[in-house]
């Protein structure tokens, strides 16, 4: 038994710091491949959040503007027709059963008759970037009008600049059902 203690060696304090050198570079490489993936899932859930309101947003403003037989007013002014490319943040649509539906852009807000149609406690709208359009050949009455839509979603609750998230959203659509 003598013997086996004697053969046993220790260690020095230049192996231990060896070692514990050797753990500290490993335990920071994990940390960092931890922090880097935390911190991607977390873009990748903002920037789905913001394109799916947006492309929500998007679908319901196609439908109801192809759905719809005239453009009543824009920017809360009233119009007969495009020709003259009237822009702004609001427009109202004469529906086929003759009610209205009003898009508005406010507040970080789309609204389609005041009801918000993103969901605004994860998302806003650029208002600046928000602008319906609509125009029509000057000189054929009977040229369908085409209405252009542009907006910005961002993320209103990111707030490390690595996980901000924002999406531009624009499609031009022709009222299909138009009467002049």
Do not use: H, W
Not at 27 to 47: A, D, E, F, H, P
Not at 55 to 80: F, H, L
Not at 86 to 109: E, H, M, N, V, Y
Request: charged residues 20%; glycine residues 6%.
């Amino acid at each position: 038994m003598k013997k086996l203690l004697t053969n046993n060696k220790g260690y020095t304090v230049v192996e231990l710091l060896a070692v514990v050198s050797i753990l500290v570079i490993i335990s920071g490489i994990i940390s960092s491949i931890l922090y880097s993936t935390l911190r991607g899932s977390n873009k990748v859930k903002v920037t789905t959040e913001v394109t799916q309101n947006g492309t929500y947003a998007m679908s319901i403003i196609t439908k109801t503007i192809n759905d719809s037989r005239n453009v009543t007013q824009v920017d809360g002014v009233d119009i007969d027709d495009c020709t003259a490319s009237p822009s702004g943040k609001s427009i109202t649509f004469q529906r086929l059963d003759g009610s209205t539906t009003t898009f508005s852009c406010s507040a970080g807000d789309i609204a389609s008759n005041s009801a918000s149609i993103i969901n605004t406690n994860t998302v806003q709208v650029d208002d600046a970037s928000c602008i319906f359009t609509c125009y029509q050949k000057a000189d054929d009455l009977y040229a369908l009008p085409v209405i252009g839509v542009n907006f910005k979603i961002e993320d209103k609750n990111a707030t490390a600049e690595e996980s901000q998230g924002s999406a531009n959203f624009e499609n031009s659509i022709a009222l299909r059902n138009y009467r002049p």
